[in-house]
């Protein structure tokens, strides 16, 4: 299907949508927009390098990632005492990347009991097997559950108060386009949201999340003792929330751009949302997992050991033009004004008072340690790979 035909029928396909009703709200707009039949997910998910059109993650950034964060895994999985073999799920896993890296790793740190289940929207089969969860949700057992930039790809609705009175956003159809109108909302999770901020923010416009049948639903029936493990942006209840905010916290993504109308290119654009971290906590206690940690990515991987990575790299025998594109990649997963700034958290419903000053990590680990392969692929940072050089204020001395 050429560019052109998807547009006119993913077009078409929402103006029907919006038709029928007369309006949708602007969380059933851009579900249509990221999950419909042509949707931005669900249709360029079956283009293989589709991950490296609008945005870079961490995983595909390096495998120092994956590394990493298998180097936690290991200590967690020792946690349990069992010589059972423990189930790793992942919710959102893309094209398999972060699956494959951490399966790798796992492996090489002579951690063998473990099972990893990648799980996302739709089936695919191009990095690591990645299983529909409408398809098949795993038995319910002892494990880990792995999230890595799910919860801000997750719809929400979008609201406005004015004079102290709650709405919500709605799209209709006007001439070739779509406007926004103001209605009551559409549900009442987000009353119940807004009712547990103790401040005023009259005069203002945000997103809520509603939780009812939800990701949440999957985690309790999947997994029973362990650890929830969720690296994601996001903010505090302040800062998402507050007296004449004029502007939502959204990103809408289209060929590297970043925009804030979600009108723009429907089906064509990434939209994500800044996660509202109390909320997402109180959802998690919810489900009896209480807090172990919550600190930055930055934070998160120089207790891993990041700087042992730097060094060896620093070190090593590999062409220069290699070493470079490997430490500027390296250096993406920590800058502070990008991914450096995402947040780690651990959740666990086990008795123990795991920390990660804790984890007491063996400095063998970084013996061997990633570097970018062939394959999987990795995100072709801006200028590193055509022009072979780091830009100084990239670089972790």
Same mark, same amino acid.
């Given at each position: ?226 650890? !929830?493990?969720? &690296? ?7 800062? /998402?929330?507050?007296?004449? #905010? *004029? +502007?939502?916290?959204? %990103? ?116 061997? !340690?990633?570097? &970018? ?7 072709? /940072?801006?200028?590193?790979? #055509? *022009? +072979?050089?780091?830009? %100084? ?5």
């Amino acid at each position: 299907m050429t560019t052109g035909v998807r547009f006119i029928k993913t077009y078409n396909f929402i103006r029907e949508k919006i038709k029928k009703t007369g309006r949708i709200s602007s969380k059933d707009f851009i579900d249509i927009c990221l999950y419909g039949k042509n949707g931005y997910y669900t249709y360029t998910r079956s283009s293989e390098n589709v991950y490296f059109k609008d945005y870079a993650t961490a995983p595909l950034t390096h495998p120092a990632f994956g590394f990493l964060i298998s180097i936690l895994l290991s200590k967690l999985i020792k946690s349990f005492k069992t010589n059972k073999k423990l189930i790793i799920n992942e919710f959102g896993a893309g094209n398999g990347t972060l699956a494959h890296d951490i399966s790798k790793s796992l492996n090489l740190l002579d951690c063998k009991n473990f099972k990893y289940n990648a799980m996302d929207k739709l089936n695919s089969n191009s990095v690591s097997p990645i299983v529909s969860i409408d398809e098949k949700t795993p038995d319910k057992q002892d494990g880990i559950i792995i999230t890595n930039e799910l919860f801000d790809a997750l719809p929400h609705h979008l609201f406005v108060i004015k004079k102290n009175k709650l709405y919500e956003k709605y799209v209709e159809i006007k001439g070739d386009g779509f406007i926004e109108v103001l209605e009551e909302p559409s549900d009442t999770c987000i009353h119940k949201r807004v009712s547990l901020i103790k401040k005023n923010i009259d005069n203002s416009t945000g997103e809520i999340y509603c939780e009812n049948n939800s990701i949440f639903d999957l985690f309790k029936s999947n997994i029973n003792k362990g650890y !929830i493990l969720t &690296i994601d942006y996001g903010m505090n209840e302040n800062n /998402l929330f507050f007296q004449g #905010k *004029k +502007n939502n916290n959204l %990103s809408v993504i289209n060929d590297h751009n970043f925009y804030q109308d979600y009108f723009y290119k429907p089906g064509f654009s990434d939209i994500t949302f800044q996660v509202d971290i109390k909320n997402l906590f109180r959802n998690f206690n919810k489900l009896n997992f209480s807090n172990k940690f919550l600190i930055s990515q930055r934070e998160f991987l120089f207790e891993l050991g990041i700087s042992e990575i730097l060094k060896k790299l620093s070190s090593s025998n590999r062409p220069f033009e290699e070493i470079n594109t490997n430490r500027f990649a390296i250096n993406q997963l920590i800058k502070p004004n990008g991914m450096g700034n995402y947040f780690v958290s651990l959740h666990s419903n086990m008795n123990n008072d795991f920390t990660l000053k804790d984890l007491d990590i063996n400095k063998s680990y970084f013996d061997e !340690i990633p570097f &970018i392969e062939e394959f999987p692929q990795r995100f072709e /940072l801006p200028g590193i790979y #055509k *022009k +072979n050089k780091i830009i %100084s204020e990239d670089l972790i001395k």
